[in-house]
């Protein structure tokens, strides 16, 4: 079945660049998604691929994806401390007539000063 | 902003009790789930439901566990006699169409599940 990985912790400095890493397995996957989760909110998008590219940007946001290893990757550059969340990687196949998101453990970044 | 919304934010509960957690998704919206993240772990897929009915369910749904829209705005779970390893957060999402769109769904705050 589907399984997705990514490292629990990412600390980095203010005005630095963050590399949040994900691996996946399911490489019939459609959709690949970001999302971020704030203290005491739900879930929110932060950005998507579709399978068949390797990169999206996004203003301050850069998505690779490799397929050929499973590899998902979000860069953000410039962070700020407004970007400390927890960053979910997700990847979806399609059931029951909608897509279903298999998500990770979850990124807690952590942007100091 | 339409948000989808969840109630209680938090329950505490005794061993073999049954527990309701309720969400309100967002109006138009035609699709909606329940998944549930165990304190350090995955956020793990429960269940979808579409058209009045369960669309799809993963092995955790098992027969304690059921879903309702009893009404136009409410989607509910019910777990029938909860267990100690039932204590996580669960969250509701929703989104507009199964296929047409990218699949970003769209979730409540959570609701924390603390069973004794």
């Known amino acids: 079945g589907e399984d997705v990985e990514q490292s629990l912790f990412l600390s980095v400095r203010e005005g630095d660049s963050s590399v949040i890493n994900c691996t996946y397995t399911?490489?019939?996957?459609?959709?690949l998604y970001w999302y971020k989760q704030e203290p005491g909110a739900g879930l929110q998008l932060l950005t998507y691929i579709f399978s068949n590219m390797d990169m999206k940007q996004d203003q301050r946001l850069t998505v690779l994806l490799n397929k050929k290893d499973k590899h998902l990757s979000l860069r953000i550059a410039d962070t700020q401390t407004g970007d400390s969340a927890i960053y979910f990687c997700?990847?979806?196949?399609?059931?029951?007539?909608?897509?279903?998101?298999?998500f990770g453990r979850g990124t807690s970044l952590i942007v100091h000063p | 902003e339409p948000e989808v919304t969840q109630t209680p934010s938090h329950q505490v509960t005794q061993m073999g009790q049954e527990v309701i957690l309720r969400c309100v998704p967002i109006s138009n919206h035609l699709y909606f789930y329940w998944y549930r993240q165990i304190l350090g772990q995955k956020v793990e897929f429960l269940v979808s439901?579409?058209?009045?009915?369960?669309?799809?369910k993963s092995e955790i749904f098992d027969d304690q566990f059921s879903v309702e829209r009893p009404d136009g705005s409410n989607f509910t779970l019910k777990i029938r006699s909860t267990k100690l390893e039932d204590s996580a957060m669960y969250f509701c999402?929703?989104?507009?169409?199964?296929?047409?769109?990218?699949?970003?769904?769209?979730f409540g705050e959570g609701s924390r599940l603390t069973v004794l």
């Open positions: 997700a990847e979806s196949i399609l059931g029951g007539g909608s897509y279903i998101p298999t």
């Open positions: 439901f579409y058209n009045n009915e369960i669309s799809e």
């Open positions: 999402a929703s989104t507009m169409s199964g296929t047409r769109n990218t699949g970003e769904l769209f």
């Open positions: 399911d490489s019939s996957s459609t959709y």
